[in-house]
């Protein structure tokens, strides 16, 4: 059993940076691909970034690729988000979750734990 919390949201204006975090509780961080989704408001959630176990493979939804940057520290059991250069259009709540098994990256349906979220609001 895993559990997720972020932290990290907040207000800020068109142009600015946050960084988000995904604290895991467990010894077994470093056994699970892990990612990010968002859900905006009136819309399903999505996808946003993954990492693989060790975090040397990484992947982007098209239209945050150059902006946002994801990690992790296995040592302290937290994934971040960098989010630079915000958009109005990425607001909404940021989920963390966590994939277990041969797959580091996968569909939503395939991530086995989740987080709260974080509230994301980017004024323009």
């Known amino acids: 059993q895993v559990q997720l919390v972020e932290s990290g949201g907040g207000l800020v204006q068109a142009g600015g940076s946050l960084r988000l975090s995904c604290a895991a509780s467990g010894r077994t961080f470093s056994s699970y691909g892990m990612a990010w989704f968002r859900q905006a408001p009136g819309k399903e959630r999505e996808f946003v970034a993954a990492?693989?176990?060790?975090?040397?493979?990484?992947v982007y939804e098209d239209s945050v690729k150059g902006r946002f940057t994801i990690s992790r520290d296995n040592a302290k059991n937290t994934m971040y988000l960098q989010l630079n250069s915000l958009k109005p259009e990425d607001t909404g709540v940021y989920y963390c979750?966590?994939?277990?098994?041969?797959?580091?990256?996968?569909?939503?349906?395939?991530?086995?734990?989740w987080g709260q979220g974080t509230q994301v609001t980017v004024s323009s």
């Open positions: 990492i693989s176990w060790s975090g040397g493979g990484t």
């Open positions: 979750a966590a994939l277990r098994g041969s797959k580091w990256f996968g569909g939503q349906d395939e991530y086995h734990y």
